[in-house]
C-alpha cells in the first residue's frame, strides 16, 4: 500500500506517493495562488494527487490514506486548518473536502510538525525519539517529536517555537507581539540587521545589498569574503539562533535538534558557532543535557513524508 503527503504552502501544492519504506515513488508540484478559495486550491490538490498517482501507474485504490502538512494552525483532531494567514484560510475542513473526493481517510497537521516527522522517519533523526526541528525561514517553524510522535499540544495550537521570547519589548513580530524569536532568528531578521548595520558602517559590502532583493544567503556571502560587519551579524545571529534553541534545551532537553530552512545550506558555519553557545549557556553548561545539533536532511521531502505519514502515527 502507498500514502499519499501532501505538502500544501503559500507559493506551491507539493504533492508525493509514499511507500512504505517512507521513500517517494512519484510527485507532482503546482502553483498554490492562494489568492483564489480554498475550494478551487483543495480541488488542485486532489488533481496533483491523481496526476502523480498516474505518473506512478497507480490508483488511489492503491492508497491506504492521504496526509496534508499546512501552514498555520492546524486542529488535527478535526481537520480543520484554524487559521494560515499565508493562505488566507480560516476554519477550512480540508480533510473533510478532500476526502470526499478520494473516500479515504486524510490527516491534517502543521507543515513543521510534518516535517520533524519526516525527518524522524526517513531522514537525519532516524533512530531518535525525541526531537525538535527548526526552520529557519521568512519565519521560524519548529515542530516537536515527543517518544516518536508529534507533539502540538491543545487543539494542536502548540510548537510555536517561533513564537516564544528572546527580548521583552524588542522587535516587532508578524503574530503582534514583540520580541518573538522570530522577529530575531529567520531569514527575514537576518537581512534587516545586515541592512542595519550597513547603515551603520556605509563602508561595508552590506551597504551595496538592497531592501528589496536582499537575501539571507547574500549576507553570508558577504561575510565569507571577510568584510568585519557582515562577519559581526553573522556572529550576532548565530546568537540569536542559539539563544533560542538553549531556551528550547532547558525546556524540553531533546535528543536532537534539527535545523531546516535555507540557511541550514550554510552548514558549519552556523553549526559550529550554534553548538558553542548552547554547551556554554543551557543549564549545567558542559555538564548539561545537549542535544546533538544539525542540519536537516530531506528539504521539501520532509514535509511530504511526515504528512504521508501522519495517519501511521495517530
Ligand atoms: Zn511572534
Not at 478559495?37 to 490538490?45: C, K, L
Not at 519565519?139 to 521583552?168: C, F, N, P, W
Request: net charge neutral; hydrophobic share 45%; charged share 15%.
Amino acid at each position: 500500500m502507498y500514502r499519499i503527503g501532501i505538502d500544501l504552502g503559500g507559493t506551491n501544492i507539493a504533492v508525493g506517493v509514499v511507500d512504505t519504506r517512507y521513500r517517494i515513488i512519484s510527485r507532482c508540484s503546482v502553483p498554490t495562488l492562494a489568492h483564489r478559495s480554498a475550494d478551487e486550491v483543495i480541488a488542485d490538490m486532489g488533481s496533483a494527487a491523481e496526476t502523480a498517482l498516474q505518473q506512478a501507474g497507480l490508483s488511489i485504490a492503491d492508497c491506504d490514506s492521504i496526509g496534508i502538512g499546512a501552514p498555520g494552525t492546524c486542529d488535527s483532531a478535526r481537520g480543520v486548518v484554524v487559521r494560515a494567514y499565508n493562505l488566507n484560510w480560516f476554519d477550512v475542513p480540508v480533510c473533510r473536502l478532500l476526502g470526499k473526493r478520494f473516500g479515504i481517510p486524510v490527516q491534517l497537521s502543521n507543515d513543521a510538525n510534518c516535517a520533524a516527522l519526516g525527518e524522524t522517519l526517513a531522514g537525519a533523526a532516524a533512530g531518535y525519539r525525541n526531537m525538535v526541528l527548526i526552520t529557519l525561514g521568512t519565519g521560524v517553524g519548529g515542530g516537536i517529536i515527543i517518544d516518536g510522535k508529534i507533539y502540538a499540544g491543545m487543539r494542536s495550537a502548540g510548537a510555536e517555537l517561533g513564537h516564544t521570547l528572546l527580548v521583552l519589548d524588542g522587535e516587532p513580530c508578524t503574530c503582534g507581539r514583540q520580541g518573538c524569536w522570530e522577529a530575531y532568528a529567520s531569514a527575514t531578521a537576518l537581512c534587516r540587521q545586515a541592512l542595519a548595520a550597513a547603515k551603520k558602517d556605509p563602508s561595508s559590502a552590506l551597504s551595496r545589498l538592497r531592501a528589496q532583493t536582499i537575501t539571507a544567503k547574500d549576507v553570508f556571502d558577504v561575510a565569507d569574503r571577510g568584510d568585519s560587519a557582515a562577519c559581526a551579524v553573522v556572529d550576532r545571529y548565530c546568537a540569536y539562533v542559539a539563544a533560542g534553541l538553549t531556551n528550547l534545551v532547558n525546556a524540553l532537553a531533546p535528543e536532537l535538534i534539527l535545523l531546516g530552512g535555507g540557511i541550514c545550506r550554510q552548514g558549519e558555519r552556523i553549526l559550529a558557532p550554534i553548538r558553542e553557545y548552547v554547551a556554554t549557556h543551557c543549564f549545567g553548561q558542559r555538564q548539561g543535557a545537549i542535544p546533538v545539533i544539525a542540519a536537516a536532511q530531506l528539504g521539501n521531502d520532509a514535509g511530504i513524508i511526515g504528512a504521508a505519514a501522519l495517519k501511521a502515527v495517530f
